[in-house]
């Protein structure tokens, strides 16, 4: 294993002891090692396979595969990325053994996003932070992620829910950086969109009962 | 460069991310510090990439953790990782 990780970062110094314990027999400390990136698997599971408990099974196998693995991770990669790595193989393998298409096509998307125009309403500034609280506001957004074609879900997961670079974007994806760019400019705009008219009324007004969870706007 | 509203709009993702040549990015802040619809739309992007980024819209079901440490367990009593692959 090499040892180029950056001098004095104690977090992946630990990273890499954690490891080496494990690899030299402590077996249980692997629990650690994995524990701080269960919510980041579980959400990069969740852009694939749409389904929340088949996302549990995906991140299982995942992390059983990972720890049987061990030995081949290098540390040249950051070990979070290799981690996604895994989990994007088993949740794309599930989705070839269903013969379910992990992508849509996106010429047609291309198409109808020829005219994109955003929701321009100049009356929301604020982040609804707090609205987060409330469930009908968490499900407006996942219903609103979940709906966007496959690919772009998956570029947005991993760049704007779970805060990757875009280099670290398109080598887990396989594609450019260039087309990292390009749809996740457009995810963006179609969640734009689809959110700002409702999120809007959340901001400016929270007090009201809204009944978001019967409102249709797809 | 004096864009139009549309152009602007494309390049509201690369603005966030900083990402723009110099240039654009100024003609880009030339026009939004006139047109109110542009920065509300810049702002309002903002927000909801703000949203996105928070841990409690996409949280774990309920017991997650619990399930996957117990699999986990079952595992980790018998068996050790696999050798390292043998590189060419």
């Keep these: ?218 | 460069m004096v864009l139009s509203c549309r152009h602007v709009w494309d390049h509201i993702s690369g603005y966030i991310d900083n990402t723009l040549d110099p240039q654009v990015r100024a003609d880009v802040e030339r026009h939004l510090a006139t047109c109110e619809i542009c920065s509300a739309i810049l702002d309002s992007t903002r927000n909801i990439i703000v949203l996105m980024a928070d841990d409690r819209v996409f949280e774990l079901p309920l017991d997650f953790s619990q399930r996957l440490h117990a699999r986990l367990d079952e595992v980790l009593q018998h068996e050790y990782p696999e050798p390292p692959a043998l590189g060419p």
């Excluded at chain 1, 490891?19 to 701080?36: C, D, K």
């Excluded at chain 1, 949740?91 to 996003?113: M, P």
């Excluded at chain 1, 987060?132 to 991993?158: G, N, S, W």
């Excluded at chain 1, 760049?159 to 875009?166: G, K, P, Q």
């Design chain 1, 1 to 218: 294993m090499t040892t180029r990780a950056p001098v004095g970062h104690r977090e992946i110094a630990s990273e890499q002891e954690l490891i080496a314990s494990i690899l030299a027999g402590q077996r249980e400390n692997f629990h650690l090692l994995i524990r701080p990136y269960e919510q980041q698997l579980y959400r990069t599971a969740l852009a694939l396979v749409k389904n929340e408990a088949e996302a549990e099974d995906v991140v299982q196998d995942a992390v059983l595969k990972a720890y049987r693995k061990l030995a081949s991770f290098r540390g040249d990669a950051k070990f979070s990325t290799w981690l996604i790595a895994i989990t994007l193989n088993e949740a794309r393998g599930r989705l070839r053994k269903e013969n379910r298409a992990a992508f849509d096509s996106l010429d047609e998307q291309r198409e109808a996003n020829g005219d994109f125009t955003p929701a321009a309403l100049t009356d929301w500034r604020e982040v609804p932070l707090a609205a987060l609280e409330r469930q009908e506001i968490r499900a407006l957004i996942q219903q609103a992620v979940a709906e966007l074609p496959d690919a772009y879900r998956e570029i947005i997961t991993l760049r704007d829910v779970e805060e990757l670079s875009v280099n670290d974007t398109a080598s887990l994806l396989g594609i450019s950086v260039a087309l990292v760019k390009v749809r996740l400019h457009r995810a963006r705009m179609m969640l734009q969109k689809k959110l700002v008219p409702h999120l809007r009324l959340v901001a400016k007004s929270g007090r009201k009962r809204l009944g978001f969870g019967r409102l249709s706007w797809f």
